[in-house]
C-alpha cells in the first residue's frame, strides 16, 4: 500500500512537472511577493512617514500578500490546480490504462489527491518563506523600517496554516468535480460562481457563511482574541470554518473514490 503511493506519487510529479499548475505553485509567490516588496521600497518614504511600530509595519507588509492571496487568487488556483491534476489523464484518455497498472486503485486515487495537496501545501509554504525573507531584507535596504522589532514567524505561520487548511475543501469539491467532467468549463464555471458567492457571504457577515466551503479562505483570516489581554498571535487554527472545510475534504475525497471506482467497471 505504502509502496504503491509512493510509485504513484512519483509518476504523479513526473506527469504533471511541466504543467502551468506545478509551475505557478512557485512562480505565483515569488511573483506576489516580489511585487509588494518592490512596492514597499519605492514608498519608502511614505512607509517611514507612517511611523508604524514592528508589529503594524508586518500586518501592513503581509496583508497585503495575505489579502489578495487568500480572498482572490487562492480559490482560483486551487480550482485551476485541482482540474489539472485530473486533465492529464482526460486528455490524454489514459484512465483505464492508469488502473490495469499492478498498483492498488486506492493508492493510484490517493496519490492524485495528495500530490494535489502538496502543491497546495508548496504555494503557500513558498508564500510564507518569501513574506518575511523578504520583509527583513527590505530591514537591510531601508535600516529606518522596524521590521526587526517584531518576529512574525508564529504568526504567519498561523495565517498560513489557516488558509491552507480553509482551502482543502475548495480543492476536494473540484478535484470531485473534475472527475466527473473532461472539459475545463463546467468544474471551473461552477467554482467561478461558488467562489463569488463564497466571497460575498463573507464578506456581508452571514452567520452560516461558515458554512460555505468557499467563504472559508476568506473567514479564515479574520483574527479572533481568545481574550482581553491575549497576544494577536494567540487566536485559534481550528476556528468553526477550518473544521467545516476538514470535513468536507473527508466527506468528498470518499465520493471522489467511488466516482472514480465506477469509471473504471465501465
Known sequence: MVRSLFISLNSEFYKSRKTLAFWAAIILPVLI??????????????????????????????GATLGVMGMLILPFYVMFMAFSVNNIEHKNDTWKTLFTQPLNKFSIYA?????????????????????ITSGYLLQALVPKFTFNDYNPLVLLTKFYSKLFLASLGILS?????????????KPMGIGFVATIAGMITANLNWKYAYLIPYSDPTLALRVTRTGKNAKIEDFPVFSQEIWVSLICAVVMFIIGYFILSKRNIK
Do not use: R
Not at 521600497?41 to 514592528?54: H, I, S, T
Not at 469539491?173 to 472539459?183: E, K
Open 173 to 185: 469539491i473540484q478535484f470531485v468535480l473534475s472527475l466527473l467532467w473532461s472539459d475545463f468549463l
Open 33 to 62: 511577493c516580489g511585487l509588494v516588496a518592490l512596492g514597499f521600497y519605492g514608498n519608502a518614504d511614505k512607509v517611514l512617514k507612517m511611523n508604524y511600530p514592528g508589529l503594524i509595519l508586518w500586518a501592513q507588509f503581509s
Open 111 to 131: 496519490a492524485k489527491y495528495l500530490y494535489a495537496v502538496m502543491l497546495l501545501f508548496i504555494c503557500l509554504f513558498l508564500f510564507e518563506v518569501l513574506t
